[in-house]
């Protein structure tokens, strides 16, 4: 990989992007929200089969169900692609964010962010774990960061 | 299948002048792009009784009838998908017509997308709707924000398991723009790109897309008309019949966002839409003779060329690098420079090309042409005389 924005970006506890954008919340998809502004990653569970979904949905597809649970996630989930917004930069972000579509323990993907991590040392099928993010208006929203070793 | 008589034929095309500022409203740039193709097939604007056009579009039914004179509109319709849906547009215009619906139906996108609004930009007043943009929500707050992201973060798992380079990509760049610079229509009109100018092209989302993998925005029209081939006798243009046209769209997957299900290194909707397609034409799109692809980014040329059979999983980057898909080769890709050389008119522009290559009237004239694929991802269609 080449190009200066790729090698910037240096590891750091400090919130790399504190104008990051408040996630967009629907009547559907706000549970999912307000579980991360608690420091919970879930899975929307369905109270009748059990089963997980993400994206979430009013009604389960496998048994018509509209009950709908939460699931807390282990938090744990590999890199199954990632990529670096350069160029326009993305809106409300400082530092191009590592995007990444992450696969969780659980079966479910989830579009995120890995931090903490130099772009350099980015990698498919990387091990992550949850992590939460700060947007401009307070919000927390699960990221990933990599996965502590052992 | 329908007899020939009965069968759906492109007999028009039209468009405006491809730009980076039309000067003129999106109304007015559909209603010129519509009258041109009429006029192509010589059939009367007031005879036009069925539209449609795909999600994104901005212009309107009403104003269409308006600018038009057409008396009644017996059938309209919106699709989803956004460019996916270019090609998904003959798959309706055909049994619209086919089934008598209508007689004469008209199809039109036009934007003003580079002057009004930069498609390719973060768009923050951008909701998720019904608009083939629920997956917004998932997206924004994380800086997944334009079609170059989505697009590259989809493309990744692929990309990574074939090994594909960015020299690979470049190859399709090049190609396109090669093209392009012998069309007199295209925006890259007089201005091939070598391999090296690719690589030094900016990043727009590394590690997979530099600029020169991105088609550009442009401002601009495009129109089809189409009717059955008993009318078309009558029309001034050869007709294009409509041999085959099939869509396919898959429980749990979106469009340039697909991240949710199954294989991604696998298009199983462009498989699907093969079998379905060649069972229909009687051909598959591997013997057509011209291979008109939706190249809003160079990645989706190497999926849909293996998901459309061309050839085997992973074995894209080699068949271009080949030669197979050159202007020469065994089935020539995009002949007008595609939609990264021509122009973006979200894949239209890539159907009257097919169309203008079976008439034998294209800037780059393939020999021989009796019949032309187009695909638009989830949209497959065979054209022929
Ligand atoms: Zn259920």
């Not at chain 2, 006029?39 to 309107?60: E, Q, R």
């Not at chain 2, 190609?175 to 229509?185: E, I």
Request: hydrophobic residues 35%; negative net charge; glycine residues 10%.
């Amino acid at each position: 990989m080449t190009g200066a924005a790729m090698k910037e970006g240096a590891v750091s506890d400090v919130n790399p992007n504190p104008n990051r954008p408040d996630p967009i919340m629907t009547v559907d998809g706000a549970p999912f929200w307000r579980a991360a502004n608690e420091g919970r990653f879930v899975a929307q569970k369905c109270g009748g089969c059990g089963r997980l979904w993400h994206p979430p949905r009013p009604i389960c597809p496998e048994c018509r169900s509209k009950d709908r649970q939460e699931q807390p996630l282990s938090g744990r989930g590999t890199v199954i692609s990632w990529v670096m917004p350069i160029h326009p930069p993305a809106f409300g972000f400082d530092q191009p964010p590592v995007v990444a579509l992450v696969e969780v323990e659980e079966g479910l993907r989830f579009v995120t962010n890995v931090e903490n991590v130099a772009p350099q040392d980015m990698r498919f099928g990387m091990k992550v774990e949850v992590a939460f993010a700060t947007t401009r208006g307070g919000h927390k929203i699960p990221v990933f960061h990599p996965a502590k070793e052992g | 299948m329908v007899d020939r008589n009965s069968q759906a034929a492109i007999v028009g095309i039209g468009q405006t002048e491809f730009s980076r500022n039309s000067g003129r409203s999106e109304q007015q740039l559909m209603a010129e792009a519509v009258l041109a193709a009429l006029d192509d097939a010589g059939i009367d604007p007031k005879d036009v009784d069925g539209c449609l056009t795909f999600d994104l579009d901005h212009s309107d039914e009403v104003d269409l009838m308006r600018n038009l004179g057409c008396r009644e509109i017996k059938y309209t319709l919106r699709t989803p998908q956004g460019g996916a849906s270019s090609v998904t547009t003959l798959v309706h215009a055909k049994k619209a017509v086919e089934s008598g619906f209508c007689d004469v139906m008209v199809v039109w996108r036009a934007m003003n997308e580079r002057s009004a609004y930069r498609f390719g930009q973060p768009n923050l007043q951008i909701q998720p709707n019904g608009k083939s943009s629920t997956f917004i929500e998932w997206c924004m707050a994380y800086g997944a924000q334009t079609p170059a992201v989505w697009e590259a973060l989809s493309c990744g798992p692929y990309m990574n398991r074939y090994g594909v380079t960015s020299e690979d990509l470049g190859r399709i760049a090049v190609l396109l723009r090669q093209n392009a610079a012998t069309n007199p229509n295209a925006w890259f009109y007089g201005k091939p790109i070598t391999l090296e100018d690719h690589q030094n092209s900016k990043w727009i989302v590394a590690p997979w897309l530099h600029l020169l993998d991105c088609c550009q925005e442009s401002d601009g029209g495009v129109a089809l008309v189409i009717t059955r081939m008993d009318r078309a006798r009558d029309t001034k243009s050869r007709p294009a019949r409509i041999l085959g046209a099939e869509y396919a769209f898959l429980n749990n997957h979106e469009i340039i966002s697909d991240y949710y299900e199954g294989d991604l290194t696998d298009l199983e909707v462009s498989r699907r839409v093969t079998e379905r397609l060649t069972k229909a034409a009687g051909i598959s799109p591997r013997e057509t003779n011209v291979a008109m692809i939706y190249d809003n980014f160079t990645p989706q040329i190497l999926r849909q060329t293996e998901g459309f059979g061309f050839c085997g999983r992973g074995e894209a980057k080699d068949y271009i690098r080949d030669g197979h898909m050159d202007l020469d080769g065994r089935t020539p890709l995009s002949p007008n420079g595609g939609l990264m050389g021509e122009a973006y008119i979200h894949g239209m522009n890539n159907i009257t090309e097919g169309v203008r290559q079976l008439r034998g009237l294209a800037a780059n004239q393939v020999k021989n042409v009796e019949t032309v694929f187009c695909a638009s991802g989830v949209a497959g269609a065979i054209l022929g005389l």
